[in-house]
């Protein structure tokens, strides 16, 4: 349980945090800070057993027939990773108290951040393949969101949409690389997965997959030729890029590699993509990052070299690469945080990141250009700093690359350090010289408390640095053997080793860096340099803003040559696709030339079907000029469909058919109420051309083979007898598996309730997108207007409200009754509720009924008179049904079964004695509040039309014209 509220902890704070008061910044912050917090605690609470060797699961049944369960597992590298998402997050979430605006939308801010660090803790510790690749495209909608959250600028929203599109066509590389790897093991499960490690590598898939999960991998870590989206993603705020940028979005490729690590690597194909891409990105990052003059511009190359470090150390694939490159995640996490968040705190009190305009900071902020300075020679690999030794760690595996005369990687590695120290000296260049004069505000030292997430990241450089075995040793050394295994090799993280190969190669490193940046700031003037030296004409945001452009334009071209803007030679291409497949379907149907028999011949249901498909073809006949004919004959359509159901013996569906098509008859009639009346082309004196004609006589042949076609093939598969049916099953397991003998509720609140679940979902949806579209909507001029028949003058009713009408008119009879009526209605409602679950009824049924009546009130008094009275905010009752039928499910997670696992309780009552409640109530009960809401929702959308366009503008509203106001 600790892993399941660990996970669902982040999410639960980002529901909250997203409802608290815009004001109210202090509060946001805390309670985020508390969220983060408490996961940090429950990570440390399981060390214990992490560090003992156990691998922590816990293990929710989903689809074990098809090996999907919902599986959380925790072991030495998703423990050590697990730290970093959560202590990173606190210090950011401190951080970005002093850092947002007040103006920002701050509540915004921490449910997106919390939701982010939800979806990075799904990533490591899933113990599922197709759950981690569900958490992973979590990471891309979240980091979108966050990365685009100052959605007023144009480089965020380009940064936003560059990030999302990269990772979002690596996750499907990804899904598909994973599907394969599930595919060769025989299982998703991600222990089932290590343990096939060899039948993997052996199999002919494994290179297909191998590349898949790559391309997910590196585009997830900005690896090379994907890195170019990581600098744009930096007009996020600073938090966003200290948090993204350091310790979780990017190190989500990293961890995918090392958790794969051991089915993967080992194989010339592993050390040839991961390495080649690894080297690639390390130097071309530490290239690009000394000719930055943006602060975070350097640091994200700097991000994308240090990531192409730890991805080469992948690449080499001995067990001592893994510890180093395991050990450079969590240095490069530390020391990546400060330097991002020291950068934030210029721009803060500075107003600007551009390097060629500060200087002299030292002597105006000295605590944090201290802080910065520290930071930034850990990243250079300065030794008592824990960047140092994971460095040396990369310089001895690099030597170990290859025979003894294959010297490109120890040359590749040191070639990085060198750029290494000439971007770090770059970057600590702004705190000496001559103070700056034109800064758009005067540098001073921030708050405390807003340095401090700096003050305590440094220190952690210094401690990690200085005494590593004691600080870091035994959490590195668990969490590397969680990867290896038996493996694990012996390792050293002494400061000293002697005068050797790596430490060599370091103080060459640092020689010619130093001379590096010497000779480019003062021979080639770098501050003032336009472009990058060789590589300026490789841009690879040119590149993928060209092939964007490419598809775009090739997708209207297609557009063009294939389609319409018409719905009519769409809806004619549909068809006709359908009829092809429809052909090749008759093709291989069997011999039915028993289905003919009229043995079984039933004059009174023949008829009934006579008369529907009648109302069918007339309604389509009057559609285009007659439309409340139309729906008249579609609602007859309608409800012999319902008196068929009652004939087959389906009562539920019968019920459920007529109230549906009462409910949306009264709708549609509501919605054509706004749409202009359109004129024939005999009123208008024009003639069809030949042209015309030929058209609709194809069309209407084409409609009737279609019709004809799905006719047979339905009727033939209707009598095509089944080899396999499920329907036994739900009869003889509705009792004793769901409690009730109304087999169709208990399938749709019990059996399948999560489709219905599912469905009550889409139905919210739509009605709120329904409502939104109609806040907006403003109908035609000539649709305004009252229409003919209520105008009549001769009339005394064209003089009278709805409401006058109802209470002093001619409706004065049918308003007294049709209002009684209401509380009927609705013990009718409540009686089709409690029996559903023995008797035709239910949720579903229940709710359009009590809708109906509604409804009725609605267009006997009118909206003014309805709404002066009862307050209906259907929003809320959507909210609480889909919060009742979510409870159902968490609380059956919570006593261990698998979600939305129905329970029957026995209770014994005073004078009712024993009482069955089942759990399913509860979900009905929730099905019915969405069903009821839904439906008033869409009904007050379109009487707020009728009020807001008869409303004289600037009259001002009645008193009692509730209705009047929008539902917000």
Known sequence: MTLLLLLLLPFFGCIIAACMPAYARNREAWFAAFIALCGLLLTFSLYPEVSSGIVIKHELAWLPMFNLNLVLRMDGLAWLFSVLIQGICLLVVLYARYYMSPKDPVPRFFAFLLAFMGAMQGVVISGNLIQLVMFWELTSLTSFLLIGYWHHRADARRGARMAFTVTSIGGLCLLAGVLLLGYIAGSYDLDAVLASADIIRAHQAYLPALVLIALGALTKSAQFPFHFWLPHAMAAPTPVSAYLHSATMVKAGIFLLMRLWPVLAGTPEWTWI??????????????????????????????????????????????????????????????????????????????????????????????????????????????????????????????????????????????????????????????????????????????????????????????????????????????????????????????????????????????????????????????????????????????????????????????????????????????????????????????????????????????????????????????????????????????????????????????????????????????????????????????????????????????????????????????????????????????????????????????????????????????LTVYALLRRFRPAPESIGIPAQQANQVDPASRQTPAEQANSGYLLIPGIYLRLLLPVIGISAAYFFMRGHNLPGGGFIAGLVFAVGMIIQYMLAGTVWIESRLKLNPHRWIAVGIGLACFTGLGSLAFGYPFLTTHTAHLTLPLLGEIHLPSAFIFDLGVFAVVVGTTMLILIALAHQSVRSHRVPGAPVENNATTSREIR
Request: glycine share 6%; proline share 4%; hydrophobic share 55%.
């Open 274 to 767: 991961i390495g080649t891409a690894g080297v690639c990105t390390m130097l071309i990052g530490a290239y690009l990052a000394i000719f930055q003059h943006d602060l975070k511009g350097l640091l994200a190359y700097s991000t994308i070299s240090h990531l192409g470090l730890i991805t080469c150390l992948l690449g080499i694939g001995t067990p001592l690469a893994m510890v180093a490159a395991i050990f450079h995640t969590l240095n490069h996490a530390i020391f990546k945080a400060s330097l991002f968040m020291a950068v934030g705190i210029i721009d803060h009190e500075s107003g600007t990141r551009d390097m060629r305009k500060l200087s002299g900071l030292s002597r105006l902020m000295p605590y944090t250009a201290t802080l910065a300075i520290v930071a930034s020679a850990a990243m250079a690999g300065v030794p008592l700093l824990n960047g140092f030794l994971s460095k040396e760690m990369f310089f001895a595996e690099a030597l170990q690359v290859g025979p003894s005369s294959n010297w490109w990687m120890s040359a590749a590695a040191v070639l990085m350090g060198v750029f290494g120290v000439a971007y770090s000296m770059r970057f600590i260049s702004v705190f000496f010289g001559a103070k700056a004069t034109a800064l758009p505000k005067q540098p001073h030292e921030p708050p405390r408390w807003m340095r401090f997430p700096v003050e305590l990241l440094v220190l952690c450089c210094l401690i990690v640095g200085i005494a590593p075995q004691l600080s870091i040793g035994v959490p590195l050394q668990t969490a590397a053997a969680s990867v290896l295994g038996e493996r694990l090799p012996d390792y050293n993280l002494a400061i000293w080793h002697g005068i050797n190969a790596p430490l060599v190669m370091s103080v060459l490193a640092f020689a010619l860096g130093i001379l590096l940046f010497k000779v480019l700031k003062y021979r080639f003037n770098l501050l003032q340099s336009a472009h990058i030296p060789v590589l300026y004409r490789f841009n690879g945001k040119q590149a993928y803003e060209s092939s964007m452009l490419i598809l775009a334009s090739s997708a209207a071209r297609l557009e063009r040559l294939f389609s319409s803007r018409r719905l009519q030679p769409q809806l004619l291409l549909l068809v006709l696709a359908g009829l092809f497949a429809s052909a090749l379907m008759l093709q291989a149907m069997p011999d039915f030339t028993h289905a003919w028999s009229v043995e079984n011949f039933n004059l009174p249901f023949a008829l009934l079907w006579l008369i529907g498909c009648t109302c069918a073809v007339c309604a389509a006949w009057q559609a285009k000029y007659h439309r409340l004919a139309a729906l008249m004959l579609v609602g007859g359509t309608g409800i012999v469909t319902s008196l068929t159901f009652l004939w087959l013996s389906a009562p539920d569906l019968a019920l459920t058919q007529l109230m549906v098509e009462t409910v949306t008859t009264v709708l549609l009639l509501l919605g054509l109420r706004w749409l202009p009346s359109r004129i024939s082309a005999r009123k208008m004196n024009l003639v069809a051309s030949s042209r015309d004609k030929l058209r609709r006589s194809r069309d209407l042949v084409i409609a009737i083979i279609a019709g004809s076609v799905m006719f047979v093939i339905s009727y033939f598969v209707l009598l095509h007898p089944a080899n396999f049916t499920i329907s036994n099953f739900f009869l003889d397991n509705a009792v004793p598996g769901g409690g009730g003998t109304n087999v169709v509720n208990v399938l749709l609140v019990d059996f399948r309730n999560f489709d219905t679940l599912g469905e009550i979902t889409v139905l919210s949806i739509v009605a």
